[in-house]
């Protein structure tokens, strides 16, 4: 397979997860909680099967976040791997407020450099491998690339307003990204805030709706993986909060440090 090939791989993949997801969450679903008191549902896991069973085909390992858990010293040496979430956004999805996604990613020597992020509720579609494009109401598998760009917008998409938007959270915001944004109170005029669940607030900066996304609370590598490789195609970036460097993957501790994606 080429990179054309993984890429519509990876869409398809996405696309028949976010289908299970559906199916789960029209039902009146049980809900567990995982060892990390982390929410788990039947779509987690449905979703995680399909998208493993369709990234075989591609011949390379898999990190998941719902997968059986991988030792540092048996992925420590992978050159290139999928990370993927199959439900990232398993408390949107448990509010059934539609924000949640199917994240899959390729990492390469640590960077994620090709990426898939699919919203099953509105069937939304962001990819990326060098460029970024957006689809909407995409929920069809397809075969050839030529059908999935003559569809798609690439981005960022063009954009009208004139205040200064920070996407994250008006009901949970921490101390220090109240201290961020008053910051920038002090060079912008009006700065505004967009609330959205999951990955989908990366997918905000990439399509030019927001300007930057602080995250200053934990975060593991599959929650960011696809939504970087998304936004730093779109000419965005994802700055480790703590070194001024781009966000690391395949890391031994698989959190994330505090990070700012911004355009």
Known sequence: MNREDWLIQIINAALKGGKEILDVYTSDFAIETKDDKSPLTEADKRAHIAIMNDLEATGLPVLSEEGEKMEYSERKDWKQFWMVDPLDGTKEFIKRNGEFTVNIALIEDGKATMGVIYVPVTNDLYFADKLAYKIENFNKPTIAINNLLGRAEQLPLPQTRNNYVVVGSRSHMSEETEGFINKLKETHNEVDILSKGSSLK??????????????????????????????????????????????????????NSWFLVER
């Not at 900066?205 to 934990?218: C, I, L, Q, T």
């Not at 939504?227 to 690391?248: C, F, M, R, Y």
């Open 202 to 255: 990366l997918c905000m900066v990439a399509e030019g709706a927001a300007d930057s996304y602080p995250r200053f609370a934990p975060t593991m590598e599959w929650d960011t993986a696809a939504g970087q490789a998304i936004a730093i195609a779109s000419g965005a970036s994802v700055i480790n909060w703590e070194t001024k460097k781009t966000l690391k993957y395949n890391k031994e501790n698989l959190l």
